[in-house]
Each structure stands twice: as structure tokens, then as C-alpha cells.
């Protein structure tokens, strides 16, 4: 399977909501007073052989906004477009954990589960990567945020 470019990648960034989801979570860790946990769901909904957006392959887009709802609520049966496999139970009773965590405690983090590391440090804000097999990581992003950052300051 064939990986977004770069520059479809840094379009979206700039283009989509990206941009300002950072900026709030960047603002929200430096000023709330409470962890941040910061997440980026990588997993591309199964979709049919040849399913297509435009003329671009569904595949190719990658994990579109809201992809992860199913995944929250368990709700495979909800929506019959895509081809659903036995890996979306992993990840699905993965980030079912999280989010009763983190609505029973303002953490995440529980007994079994991938370290989810909050998002406070501005040297190494920490982005969990759910999939099969999440991990918590460092931001990669974080230069072209700065970069939109000061634009948009120049503008205003």
C-alpha cells in the first residue's frame, strides 16, 4: 500500500483543523493546570476493494477525522461500508480502556495498557499513536506547527 506524500500530508495540516487542534493542546498544557493527553489514531478504516473519494484511493488518505468512533463506542455494526476485520477488537477494547480511564480519573493510563505519556513538555510533548500496536512517542510535528504559528501571528 502506497503512503501519503509530504505534500498532501503538509496540505492537510495546514488546511484542516490540525493546525488549530495543536494550538489549543499546546495552549492547554502550558496554561491548565492538568495533563494533556494528546492522541493520533493511525488506523485506516477497512474500506471495500477500489472504494475511492474523488479520484483518490480511500486507502491512501489515511485515518480520516472521526475514523476512531467506531473504535470508542464499539460500533462496527453501525456502519456497513467498511470491511471490518478481527484486529478492530484489539484496538477497540485499547481505546474503550482509555477513554473510561480518563473519564473515571483525568488519566488515561491503567493495569495492561501502553504507557500514555501527557503532553507537557515542550522539548518532548508526548503524542500516543493508537493502532494494534500503540505507543506513546514524541510530537514529530512540531516544526511545521511553529512554523504556521508565527505565520499566523505575522498575519494578525
Known amino acids: 500500500m502506497k503512503k501519503p506524500c509530504k505534500r498532501r500530508a503538509s496540505f492537510r495540516a495546514i488546511s484542516s483543523s490540525v493546525y488549530s487542534t495543536w494550538k489549543w493542546i499546546d495552549m492547554q498544557s502550558r496554561t491548565g493546570g492538568k495533563p494533556v493527553y494528546r492522541y493520533s489514531f493511525t488506523r485506516v478504516r477497512p474500506s471495500k476493494p477500489g472504494a475511492k473519494f474523488g479520484a483518490i484511493s480511500v486507502s491512501l488518505l489515511g485515518a480520516v477525522h472521526a475514523s476512531e468512533i467506531e473504535y470508542v463506542f464499539g460500533a462496527f455494526d453501525s ?20 477513554w473510561t480511564n480518563f473519564a473515571k480519573t483525568g488519566d488515561p493510563n491503567g493495569p495492561g495498557l501502553p504507557k500514555w505519556g501527557a503532553y507537557t513538555s515542550k522539548d518532548a510533548p508526548q503524542v500516543m499513536r493508537l493502532d494494534v500496536d500503540a505507543q506513546s512517542a514524541a510530537e514529530t510535528h512540531r516544526a511545521r506547527y511553529e512554523t504556521l504559528d508565527r505565520f499566523y501571528n505575522k498575519a494578525h
Open 79 to 98: 456502519n456497513k461500508d467498511y470491511d471490518w476485520n478481527q484486529k478492530i477488537g484489539k484496538v477497540s477494547e485499547l481505546m474503550q480502556s482509555y
